[in-house]
């Protein structure tokens, strides 16, 4: 597979531009090159090594690629966590953390993206917010790579086009919601998705 290709989805321009993609033997050379850089985060199904652990890594990336950085103080996460989850259990915070940080990311131009290795670990990187969903596509048996949503299965998307007041609804499969591209309102041609699948309207979604 064309490494550079993906590396440019998940990594900020300075980065890929230091990236000696032409060494890279194999797959697991590259998770390794990834995570020592720390562009990669690896992180226990039981919960973080350090408190901030996963605040610093999100941090860390939006500044590198986006040159931002995460609009919430770090405690916050733990204050949620412990507003919202009435009787935690061991292994409860990493997917509380994870999509309460893809939220916020989401907001600023970027998207957690998880690599499933079939461990008990979360492999944790950061893509572009309009390439994150293109990264399932990859053809690679290694390289499985899916958005928080994209783990879940189907989306129902509502939508209420914001110039004739038309409302639209689509009940999908994940894979099929990355190839909306060039769909319209049925009532005036307001354009939903452009050609590229990105979405160009307000769109309401539930993913189960």
Known sequence: ?????MLAKVLGEKELAEMNVKAIKDDESLFDELTNKKFLLVVDWSGEDKDGMLYGFFDSRLQSMLGIR???PEEEVYQKYNQEIEDPQRGDFVPFALSYF???LEKLGARIVLLDLGTDTYNILVSYKKDAKKLKSIKSDFWKLSTLEQKQ?????????PNCKDTAYYDMSIEEESHQANV??????????DENA?????????YY
Do not use: A, P, S
């Open 198 to 206: 990105n979405e160009v309207v307000e769109m309401e979604k539930t």
């Open 184 to 193: 319209k309102c049925e009532e005036c041609g307001t354009l939903f998705w």
């Open 1 to 5: 597979m064309n490494y550079k290709t």
């Open 70 to 72: 995460l609009d919430v």
């Open 102 to 104: 893809d939220k916020r």
């Open 153 to 161: 299965g189907r989306v129902v998307i509502y939508i209420v086009c």
